[in-house]
């Protein structure tokens, strides 16, 4: 008698880790807070931190190093000062803020993993890299198109 058993050990171990691999992998997406904001600060503290931001953003800027992102920046109404710092009309910044949604969707090639961040949301994914990466072959040094190509092919293999 040649009768090959079905499952086994083996499978039934393999099919609960898969179910709860499907279970986790959902969870660990896409989270709801439950909870009302924890309001730390006063409205005060709050309209004060907001200020001194913006202060920041006026007076000292932000260092911005590529060409095509400092031209986006002045298109949209901010000053280039020296060594290409850009510097932030805090009404413009304003104004271009009251446009932003309140939740984003970063959609993926497998929908099972699209992410809503905002609101109540609570993202969990990676995100596009940093300016800075080191391999084994290159060392360390800033970014390039192709580093951050191969490192979005990581992600998505790990994930």
Same mark, same amino acid.
């Given at each position: 008698?040649?009768?090959?058993?079905?499952?086994?050990? &083996?499978?039934?171990?393999? /099919?609960?880790? =898969?179910?709860?691999? !499907? *279970? %986790?992998?959902?969870?660990?997406?896409?989270?709801?807070?439950?909870?009302?904001?924890?309001?730390?600060?006063?409205?005060?503290?709050?309209?004060?931190?907001?200020?001194?931001?913006?202060?920041?953003? &006026?007076?000292?800027?932000? /260092?911005?190093? =590529?060409?095509?992102? !400092? *031209? %986006?920046?002045?298109?949209?109404?901010?000053?280039?000062?020296?060594?290409?710092?850009?510097?932030?009309?805090?009404?413009?910044?304003?104004?271009?803020?009251?446009?932003?949604?309140?939740?984003?969707?970063?959609?993926?090639?497998?929908?099972?993993?699209?992410?809503?961040?905002?609101?109540?949301?609570?993202?969990?994914?990676?995100?596009?890299?940093?300016?800075?990466?080191?391999?084994?072959?290159?060392?360390?040094?800033?970014?390039?198109?192709?580093?951050?190509?191969?490192?979005?092919?990581?992600?998505?293999?790990?994930?």
């Amino acid at each position: 008698m040649n009768t090959r058993r079905s499952g086994g050990r &083996r499978a039934r171990a393999a /099919k609960r880790a =898969n179910a709860a691999e !499907r *279970a %986790f992998d959902a969870a660990w997406r896409q989270w709801k807070n439950p909870y009302a904001p924890i309001e730390q600060f006063s409205a005060d503290e709050i309209e004060a931190i907001h200020n001194a931001s913006l202060k920041v953003l &006026r007076d000292t800027g932000i /260092k911005v190093l =590529n060409d095509e992102a !400092r *031209a %986006f920046y002045v298109k949209a109404g901010m000053r280039e000062g020296e060594d290409h710092v850009i510097h932030f009309d805090p009404d413009v910044l304003m104004e271009l803020m009251a446009h932003a949604p309140p939740e984003v969707t970063l959609h993926s090639h497998n929908p099972a993993r699209t992410v809503t961040i905002g609101g109540r949301q609570v993202g969990i994914t990676t995100s596009a890299g940093s300016p800075n990466c080191s391999d084994l072959q290159g060392g360390a040094g800033p970014a390039r198109f192709k580093t951050m190509t191969t490192s979005a092919k990581w992600r998505r293999r790990l994930m």
